[in-house]
């Protein structure tokens, strides 16, 4: 009866060491997290300026030119671009019947827009009535 009871005592030994070196490992872990310092609010709108919206405004910028010197000034006036993205550029329009006019002239401007601005890689031009 003592050898079970030896095996008993050593089992129940080994677990207890074994849950103590588990929480020994649990709070191992929790002290390699790093220290995080506080960012200014003004230095993660200027990262977010420099890294994301400056290039992509970049490329707007250009569209957007010459997208408003190939339309009409009655026309341009009833539209605006909204989006670029894979390219396909979304241009929202604040009447069907503007609409019309656009779509009958929109693969033209797909073409001088492809020839002026091939960076942007359009393939095709999406209209939304607003």
């Known amino acids: 009866m003592r050898a ?3 095996r008993a005592s ?26 995080y310092r506080a ?3 003004g230095q993660v709108a200027q990262q977010l ?14 569209i957007a030119e010459v997208w408003s010197g190939l339309l009409p000034a009655e026309l341009c006036g009833h539209c ?8 396909q550029l979304t241009v929202q329009v604040d009447s069907p019947s503007y609409m019309y ?5 929109s693969s033209e401007l797909l073409e001088e827009l492809q020839r002026q601005c091939p960076r942007v ?5 999406k209209l939304v009535v607003a």
Request: proline fraction near 2%; glycine fraction near 4%; charged fraction near 35%.
């Open 4 to 6: 079970g009871w030896k």
């Open 10 to 35: 050593q089992f129940s030994e080994q677990c207890i060491m074994d849950e103590e070196e588990r929480l020994l490992n649990a709070t191992r872990w929790r002290r390699s997290w790093k220290t």
């Open 39 to 41: 960012a200014s609010l």
């Open 49 to 62: 300026m420099d890294k994301r919206i400056s290039p992509q405004q970049a490329r707007f910028s250009q």
């Open 80 to 87: 605006e671009i909204v989006d670029i993205s894979g390219g």
């Open 101 to 105: 006019e656009l779509k009958l002239c």
């Open 121 to 125: 890689r359009l393939t095709k031009i």
